[in-house]
Nanobody, 125 residues
Framework: QVQLVESGGGLVQTGGSLRLSCAASGRTLLDYGMGWFRQAPGKEREFVASVSWSGGNTNVADSVKGRFTISRDDAKNTVYLQMNGLKPEDTAVYYC??????????????????WGQGTQVTVSS
């Protein structure tokens, strides 16, 4: 069973940047699609970005397009979310998720089988 641990969250001012990391243990992430989701207080969890098993394709939510970038380093068994130009509406708990074997950059929560515990991102105005 894979364990996903997110890190890199914190408090940042509007316009600032953060890089989230998702490290896996127990199983390799090699050949699996991966994704990031977020959940703000009182709201449902929503898709942020995903990357295919090969790293060659990505999918990004319209709300973060041009500001957030997802990437993966299979040698380190880690997936990243680079967040630039942060806005107060980006405040949420960010979750890393493991998708399907040889999977595409999916967007639906049901396409992901393992989840991390989340890391808090707070953007002050």
């Amino acid at each position: 069973q894979v364990q996903l641990v997110e890190s890199g969250g914190g408090l940042v001012q509007t316009g600032g940047s953060l890089r989230l990391s998702c490290a896996a243990s127990g199983r390799t992430l090699l050949d699996y699609g991966m994704g990031w989701f977020r959940q703000a207080p009182g709201k449902e969890r929503e898709f942020v970005a995903s990357v295919s098993w090969s790293g060659g394709n990505t999918n990004v939510a319209d709300s973060v397009k041009g500001r957030f970038t997802i990437s993966r380093d299979d040698a380190k068994n880690t997936v990243y979310l680079q967040m630039n130009g942060l806005k107060p509406e980006d405040t949420a708990v960010y979750y890393c998720a493991k998708g399907s074997y040889l999977g595409p950059p999916a967007r639906r929560m049901g396409d992901f089988v393992s989840w991390g515990q989340g890391t808090q991102v707070t953007v002050s105005s």
